[in-house]
């Protein structure tokens, strides 16, 4: 995604994140776009967290990283943090450190908590109320 566009669509200080489905079943086209980050590091943060959940959604029992990457590249669910340039999380840089060692702390794949849409629902429960 080219610099511009992100300069167009998300201006200075907004940021997305666009979920990425690795099995190719959405084309080239997100399976979603998440909106209403505070900041890039809760971006950020929601990004990795959600990559991280979705390698161990890929992991086998007793699969090896190998195994556990195929699996992912094939079934799992990338994320791109928008709006951010240079300062954005990219999942290449962990990829394979989360591949090599299972999650030993479930809050580092917990994205729902850092989820904005969340802070939404809540919201609209308080309207309905």
Known sequence: MSEEFEAE???KGEYAVQ???????????PVETVTGFI??????????????D???????????????LDAWFAFGEDAEVLGA???????????????????????ERNWRVLDPRRDEDDDD?????
């Open 9 to 11: 669509v998300f201006p």
């Open 19 to 29: 979920i990425m489905d690795m099995s190719g079943a959405n084309g080239d086209e």
């Open 39 to 52: 900041s890039i590091e809760h971006a950020n943060a929601f990004a990795r967290r959600y990559v991280r």
């Open 54 to 68: 979705s390698v161990e959604r890929c992991r086998a029992p007793g699969a090896d990283a190998k195994a556990t």
């Open 85 to 107: 340039g240079d300062d954005a999380w990219v999942s290449r840089s962990e990829l394979k450190d989360f591949a090599d060692a299972p999650v030993r702390d479930a809050e």
């Open 125 to 129: 429960a308080e309207d309905e109320a």
